[in-house]
């Protein structure tokens, strides 16, 4: 809406179904054309605000530690592995599915008379 000038405030609310089918597919064409960086697929994917260079400098710095750690007395012994640098948007994402499975425990629950 800031940019392109489409209402989103009342989009559906209208009596003329054509106008807001237009409206709708308006939006859906707005959005599949946006730049992978942003802030709509932000909002959805929050991995999007990293470019390939960047993921691929965060792969190839995991690569060479990983690299490093095979030659290393940790490796016989099998601890202290090396993980990936967590981007911030891995963080988000694994909070979404932690709520999304609390909420899921919660409805079955529910369902089953359970307390939790």
Partial sequence: MQYYHVNVWHMGLDSDVEYTTSEVRL???LAWQ?????RVWRAMDPSGAYDTATLLLRQLEYDVRAFNYGFSKDAEHKRNEPEPITLPG???????AEERADAAAAELARAFGLNL
């Fill in 27 to 29: 939006c859906s064409i």
């Fill in 90 to 96: 891995e963080e988000i994402e694994r909070q979404r």
């Fill in 34 to 38: 946006l730049p992978r960086d942003s």
